[in-house]
C-alpha cells in the first residue's frame, strides 16, 4: 500500500523559516517524480514545486521560487521542502505527493494527509 | 499563472448527470494532454479521479468520465451518488514546466 506521511509544520513568524518531511512506504519511491501542492483553510489547491526521480529535474511555482527549495533522499524514500522568508500567504496545509507514471508531466496519483503550516505574528 | 476557470458549483440529484468545466489557456488546458482531476471531501486529501484527460486510475468508478476540447477540459459524473458529493480539482500542465490547479466545483448532491 502506497503510503506518505508529512511531518513538521506548526506555528512560526513571517520571516522565519521551515523545514518539511514526506516520508514514503509501499512503493519504489527512487522511480518516482514527487510534488509539493497546497491548500489554504478555506480555498483551493496550489501547486508549489517537483523534483524528478533522480533530482535532476526541479521546478518551482512562481509565488515560492527564492524562498523554497526542494530535495528528496532516495535511500531514506523521504521528500523534503525547505521553506525560508515565509509569508502569512504561506499558511496552509502542504500535501506531499507522488507524480504518475515517468514522464515529467502528468497527475498526482497518491496523496499525502498533508502538514499544517501556519505564519502568524 | 492565474487558476483555471471553474463554476462554483453544480448541483443534481441522485442518478443525473453533471458536467464540470475547467477552461484555461493554450499554453495549459489547451496545449497538452496533462489535465487531472481531484475530488476532496471536506477534511481529506485530494484523490485523483481522472487523468491525462480522459484516463481513470484503477478503483475509480467509471461513472466518472473527463474530456477535452480546445481550452476546456470537462468531467462528468453520470448516476450522481451522495457520495459523490465533494469538491472537485482540475489542473494542468503549462507551458512554464509548472502546474495549475482550478478554482473548484463543490457538488453537491440534491
Known amino acids: 500500500e502506497v503510503q506518505l506521511v508529512e511531518s513538521g509544520g506548526g506555528l512560526v513568524q513571517p520571516g522565519e523559516s521551515l523545514s518539511l518531511s514526506c516520508v514514503a512506504s509501499?512503493?519504489?519511491?527512487?522511480?518516482?517524480?514527487m510534488n509539493w501542492i497546497r491548500q489554504a483553510p478555506g480555498k483551493g489547491l496550489e501547486w508549489v514545486s517537483y523534483?524528478?526521480?533522480?533530482?535532476?529535474?526541479?521546478y518551482y511555482a512562481d509565488s515560492v521560487k527564492g524562498r523554497f527549495t526542494i530535495s528528496r533522499d532516495n535511500a531514506k524514500t523521504s521528500l523534503y521542502l525547505q521553506m525560508h522568508t515565509l509569508r502569512a500567504e504561506d499558511t496552509a496545509v502542504y500535501y506531499c505527493?507522488?507524480?504518475?507514471?515517468?514522464?515529467?508531466?502528468?497527475?498526482?496519483?497518491?496523496w499525502g494527509q498533508g502538514t499544517l503550516v501556519s505564519v502568524s505574528s | 499563472q492565474s487558476a483555471l476557470t471553474q463554476p462554483a458549483s453544480v448541483s443534481g440529484s441522485p442518478g443525473q448527470s453533471i458536467t464540470i468545466s475547467c477552461t484555461g489557456t493554450?499554453?495549459?488546458?489547451?496545449?497538452?494532454?496533462?489535465v487531472s482531476w481531484y475530488q476532496q471531501h471536506p477534511g481529506k486529501a485530494p484523490k485523483l479521479m481522472v487523468y491525462?484527460?480522459?484516463y481513470r486510475p484503477s478503483g475509480v468508478s467509471d461513472r466518472f468520465s473527463g474530456s477535452k476540447s480546445g481550452n476546456t477540459a470537462s468531467l462528468t459524473i453520470s448516476g450522481l451518488q451522495a457520495e459523490d458529493e465533494a469538491d472537485y480539482y482540475c489542473?494542468?500542465?503549462?507551458?512554464?514546466?509548472?502546474?495549475?490547479f482550478g478554482t473548484g466545483t463543490k457538488v453537491t448532491v440534491l
Open positions: 493554450s499554453s495549459d488546458v489547451g496545449g497538452y494532454n496533462y
Open positions: 491525462d484527460v480522459g
Open positions: 523534483i524528478s526521480s533522480s533530482t535532476s529535474i526541479i
Open positions: 509501499g512503493f519504489t519511491f527512487s522511480s518516482y517524480g
Open positions: 489542473s494542468s500542465y503549462t507551458s512554464s514546466s509548472t502546474y495549475v
Open positions: 505527493a507522488r507524480k504518475k507514471g515517468i514522464a515529467v508531466a502528468g497527475a498526482s496519483d497518491y
